[in-house]
């Protein structure tokens, strides 16, 4: 009789089938579900010894040579080449500065067996798109910001709260990052400011990267922009304000994909260090704002915060989003939030990740459907409805005044 963890990779492999076909004839979020079910699969095959050889040496290895394939501009130097790939040799001789050839083909075997990079053949190597995609400075900085600057305080939570008495923090003052690197009662932001500008550079360039690649909220079959946004818009007022909006993805994609549709004015605001940093279009108005004081621009369209309620405990919320209400014009202001909305059964990977290390580095975490309408409701404020994508992990729910 087959064992119960057989059963259970049988099943897997009928779902695989089955989504293999979805995914040949191009069904909406079939990707998705085969990366879900192969990741299963891998775990149901997998000895406890592989997966622990998997989880303590490959990865780990695997970090730390990117690390200093970044260091060697490595994947500038693989991506010179072509698909039939390149010899380690020259390989090493492309980098900068010039790496001992032995040191790169030892590096390009481990990333060639984690599929980083082709291994095209004998001591030949190719690029791939996600090694390409260390030749861009979003997402070096988002390795250097997670491998440099985050890792240490991964490595610091069991002496947190061994300290805590195994409670989890309730406010950005006095979380694993303030226990790592001794700020207690300064919040990681204000940290980057004050004393490491380029760690905040690298973060906010890591949230540029993390919008690449995955469905934008504007986009007609996520959430419905014209009907919901423009119909109805003063031309002569703010269309939107996107409030801690980074150095500009969200805002500038916005203006990209309705162009001359939009008559009002965008307003991209953050701390000033990051506005600075900005890459927008001149049409777009860089604005250094505080998110916890008032609101400066009176009657927008709509008020946009991409993955800042997530970073708040419920106090701090209520206190932003009250500074935007007394900004809002009734029956026509609009606050959408692109957020995780994590479900109460069956969330996935990159949601319950996300929620560990936002304890992590904020004190903070997702919230459900209905933790999200009770912060709302006690900030004034009625949640009207929440747009989903079959292939996106995040949500858009648009608040007006109750």
């Known amino acids: 009789m087959a064992s119960q963890a057989s059963q259970a990779s049988i099943a897997l492999i009928e779902q695989l089938t089955k989504l293999g076909d979805l995914y040949k004839s191009g069904e909406a979020g079939s990707r998705e579900g085969l990366l879900g079910v192969c990741s299963q699969l891998i775990s149901e095959l997998s000895h406890p010894t592989e997966s622990m050889l998997r989880l303590l040496w490959a990865e780990p290895c695997h970090h730390s040579i990117i690390r200093t394939g970044i260091d060697v501009k490595l994947f500038e130097a693989l991506a010179s080449g072509d698909e039939a790939g390149q010899k380690s040799e020259l390989i090493a001789s492309k980098c900068e500065p010039q790496a001992e050839p032995l040191l790169i083909a030892r590096m390009l075997r481990h990333l060639a067996a984690m599929g980083t990079v082709h291994e095209t053949g004998p001591d030949t190597f190719a690029p791939t798109l996600f090694s390409n995609s260390f030749t861009e400075s979003a997402y070096r900085d988002s390795l250097l910001f997670i491998e ?45 400011q004050s004393s490491a500008p380029l760690m905040g550079q690298r973060f906010a360039s890591m949230m540029g990267a993390w919008s690449k690649g995955r ?78 004081t008032e609101q400066p621009v009176k009657g927008a369209r709509a008020y946009y915060f991409h993955s800042i309620i997530q970073d708040w405990n ?86 007006e005044l109750a």
């Open 148 to 192: 440099d600057d985050f890792q240490p305080v991964h490595v610091g939570i069991p002496s947190f709260f061994k300290e805590n008495g195994y409670k989890l923090p309730t406010t950005g003052l006095n979380s694993p990052f303030q226990h790592k690197y001794q700020c207690k009662g300064q919040h990681m932001f204000e940290y980057f």
């Open 215 to 292: 469905p934008r909220w504007f986009q007609e079959e996520y959430y419905p922009v014209k009907e919901r946004l423009l119909a109805g818009a003063n031309e002569d007022e703010t269309f939107l304000v996107d409030v801690g909006g980074g150095t500009g993805h969200d805002i500038e994609g916005l203006r990209e994909h309705f162009g001359s549709d939009i008559h009002g004015k965008l307003v991209l605001q953050d701390r000033p260090e990051i506005v600075d940093i900005a890459q927008v279009n001149p049409q777009v108005e860089r604005m250094a704002h505080d998110f916890l």
């Open 314 to 399: 419920d106090e701090v919320n209520t206190q932003i989003l009250k500074s935007i209400v007394v900004a809002m014009t009734p029956r026509y202001s609009k606050i959408l939030i692109n957020d995780f909305v994590v479900p109460n059964q069956g969330a996935v990977w990159p949601q319950t990740c996300l929620d560990w290390e936002l304890m992590a580095s904020l004190g903070a975490r997702h919230r459900t459907e209905q933790e999200h309408r009770a912060l709302y409701e006690g900030a004034g404020l009625k949640l009207v409805g929440i747009w989903s994508h079959p292939q996106s992990l995040d949500s858009l729910l648009e608040l």
